[in-house]
Antibody, heavy 128, light 107 residues
Framework: QLQLQESGPGLVKPSETLSLTCTVS??????????WGWIRQPPGKGLEWIGN???????YYNPSLKSRVTIAVDTSKNQFSLRLSSVTAADTAVYYC????????????????????WGQGTTVTVSS | EIVMTQSPATLSVSPGERATLSCRAS??????LAWYQQKPGQAPRLLIY???TRATGIPARFSGSGSGTEFTLNISSLQSEDFAVYYC?????????FGPGTKVDIK
């Protein structure tokens, strides 16, 4: 059973770069067929999709964040990462990593389509 | 970008009653629509995908319907553990987009 765990600093200064890592356990990041991605949730607000990456390196980003976001995958460590540059207070949120299944290869593992595996979330505060 | 809207914003329901939540897409998403449940302090949980298929382990009291631009999530008899926020999400097109959520609280 796939499990995800976010890690990274809980406090980032304005104008700096937020960096988070998601470690995948219970399966291979490159052979499971999932798109790996990030979703965030500002305090008291709804869910905002940030972006996804396939193990081949293909990425999809939220247009509103695209100029500041980089998602990368490290298959040797079974991890993927998020970098968000030039942060402001508006980037304060709980950041979740998640696996999104849209292919038969991941469906064979999970028996679900959609975002069926999530990390527990990590709170990132942008403040000086 | 496909914009998702949900109604109502808050739904007050008594335990044992039926809850009906609506989700609308700004353009057709076929049946590429998922529903998620989120409780305070927890990550979202996948309930429904393909507009009407329950995810693994989801009780039968949860059902989804619709296609194109109009979708519905029904909870047939609300249990105490069902009081939460529910989000719809389209994955027919990139970027993936979520609705703003419907909070189901105790009447």
């Amino acid at each position: 059973q796939l499990q995800l765990q976010e890690s990274g600093p809980g406090l980032v200064k304005p104008s700096e770069t937020l960096s988070l890592t998601c470690t995948v356990s219970g399966g291979s990041i490159s052979s499971s067929g999932y798109y790996w991605g990030w979703i965030r949730q500002p305090p008291g607000k709804g869910l905002e999709w940030i972006g996804n990456i396939y193990h081949s390196g293909i990425t999809y980003y939220n247009p509103s964040l695209k100029s500041r976001v980089t998602i990368a995958v490290d298959t040797s460590k079974n991890q993927f990462s998020l970098r968000l540059s030039s942060v402001t207070a508006a980037d304060t949120a709980v950041y979740y990593c998640a696996g999104y299944c849209s292919s038969t290869s991941c469906y064979r593992i999970s028996q679900n389509y959609g975002m069926d595996v999530w990390g527990q979330g990590t709170t990132v505060t942008v403040s000086s | 970008e496909i914009v998702m809207t949900q109604s109502p914003a808050t739904l007050s329901v008594s335990p044992g009653e039926r809850a009906t939540l609506s989700c609308r897409a700004s353009q057709s998403v076929s049946n590429n629509l998922a529903w998620y449940q989120q409780k305070p302090g927890q990550a979202p949980r996948l309930l429904i995908y393909g507009a009407s298929t329950r995810a693994t382990g989801i009780p039968a009291r949860f059902s989804g319907s619709g296609s194109g631009t109009e979708f519905t999530l029904n909870i047939s008899s609300l249990q105490s553990e069902d009081f939460a926020v529910y989000y719809c999400q389209q994955y027919n097109n990139w970027p993936i987009t979520f609705g703003p959520g419907t909070k189901v609280d105790i009447k």
